[in-house]
């Protein structure tokens, strides 16, 4: 595959030549997608039992409706990327690391979510950014560089300077910026700007989150909300993306669908926001002429990204907030340590 070049666009011409030669071994080598669940059942069993304090029917039935999350599939049916469900498994095991106070795993957790897909980094920015002790944020760093390092020595040594390189930066190429047309193409942004925007902006806006964050740290200690938050960080990533396909909207409709669940009841902008992503991505991308003919993909990315966003920051705004400044008294220096389990640890 090396003679491909390092993108992964070369990566998947190599698959599909290597398809070609193994037509029987194709299906079975995909199935091996499938073994990313693992880590999303383990990531989710792992948040609810901060939120749950027992096991009952409704973890169950949480398992199993997040099994069927249209988005999640997407990851495997569009271009499989199986590491986009093993990164989302791997964040939410962070996530609940984090409600226990375990910022070491916190920060390993995190690492090995960001070396499967990069996406990841913008949890663990808001993770660090939202700790308030120097111990807290250095056992945080220490896990998310010792895990980092186990992985990417070793490929250094094996594959050259280039591994950390790619590890860092990823592997993709924005070639297909002018053919989706996103709402940065409609912005009248060139292809370079396009991909800063899409790079930079949305680490910018992470920030941007966690200082208001660290100004309501009571927002950190409901479930409700810091599942929110989680979910705001990586709706980020689709407001000012420059290319736009329907897997890169699960990891935010994920977390959304599992606030749902610990709330205890389905709400109408979740089914209409999948209602339209299955209609965007799934009925109208697999026509040839999507791209040409169709409902532009800014379109998509405006109505569906507009109101998911929306929906996400609903429990955020002071009205909707069970919790608020008035209500509780926080103290700083032991916030860290008393985040606990709701309902006891």
């Given at each position: 595959m090396a003679s491909y070049g390092p993108s992964c666009g070369g990566a998947l011409l190599a698959l599909q030549h290597w398809s070609k030669a193994n037509p029987v071994t194709l299906p079975h080598s995909l199935s091996c997608?499938?073994?990313?669940?693992?880590?999303?059942?383990?990531?989710?069993?792992?948040?609810?039992?901060?939120?749950?304090?027992?096991?009952?029917?409704?973890?169950?039935?949480?398992?199993?409706?997040?099994?069927?999350?249209?988005?999640?599939?997407?990851?495997?049916?569009?271009?499989?990327?199986?590491?986009?469900?093993?990164?989302?498994?791997?964040?939410?095991?962070?996530?609940?690391?984090?409600?226990?106070?375990?910022?070491?795993?916190?920060?390993?957790?995190?690492?090995?979510?960001?070396?499967?897909?990069?996406?990841?980094?913008?949890?663990?920015?808001?993770?660090?950014?939202?700790?308030?002790?120097?111990?807290?944020?250095?056992?945080?760093?220490?896990?998310?560089?010792?895990?980092?390092?186990?992985?990417?020595?070793?490929?250094?040594?094996?594959?050259?300077?280039?591994?950390?390189?790619?590890?860092?930066?990823?592997?993709?190429?924005?070639?297909?910026?002018?053919?989706?047309?996103?709402?940065?193409?409609?912005?009248?942004?060139?292809?370079?700007?396009?991909?800063?925007?899409?790079?930079?902006?949305?680490?910018?806006?992470?920030?941007?989150?966690?200082?208001?964050v660290r100004r309501r740290p009571w927002l950190l200690q409901d479930s409700l909300t810091l599942l929110s938050l989680i979910a705001l960080c990586f709706a980020w990533r689709l407001v000012f993306e420059e290319n736009m396909w329907g897997y890169y909207m699960m990891p935010a409709s994920f977390v959304v669908v599992l606030r749902d669940l610990v709330n205890k009841r389905w709400t109408l902008p979740t089914v209409l926001f999948f209602l339209g992503d299955v209609l965007a991505f799934d009925v109208y991308h697999r026509r040839p002429d999507f791209f040409e003919n169709n409902i532009p993909v800014a379109f998509w990315q405006v109505t569906l990204v507009g109101l998911l966003v929306w929906w996400i920051v609903q429990p955020l705004r002071p009205a909707r907030a069970g919790l608020n400044e008035h209500s509780m008294v926080v103290n700083e220096d032991n916030f860290e340590t008393t985040l606990g389990v709701e309902g006891g640890t």
């Open positions: 997608g499938y073994l990313a669940w693992f880590a999303v059942l383990l990531g989710v069993r792992s948040l609810l039992r901060t939120i749950w304090t027992t096991p009952t029917r409704r973890e169950i039935l949480a398992l199993f409706t997040i099994a069927l999350v249209p988005t999640m599939w997407n990851s495997l049916i569009t271009f499989f990327h199986p590491q986009d469900i093993m990164a989302m498994g791997l964040t939410l095991g962070a996530v609940a690391a984090y409600r226990r106070g375990q910022y070491l795993w916190t920060g390993a957790l995190l690492g090995f979510a960001f070396l499967s897909q990069s996406m990841s980094f913008l949890v663990a920015l808001f993770l660090f950014l939202v700790l308030t002790s120097f111990e807290s944020r250095l056992r945080f760093v220490l896990g998310f560089v010792a895990t980092f390092a186990a992985v990417v020595v070793p490929l250094s040594i094996l594959a050259g300077p280039n591994a950390v390189r790619n590890s860092l930066l990823g592997t993709g190429v924005g070639n297909s910026y002018l053919r989706i047309k996103s709402l940065l193409y409609y912005l009248q942004f060139s292809s370079g700007a396009a991909t800063f925007t899409a790079r930079v902006l949305p680490l910018v806006a992470v920030v941007a989150t966690s200082l208001w």
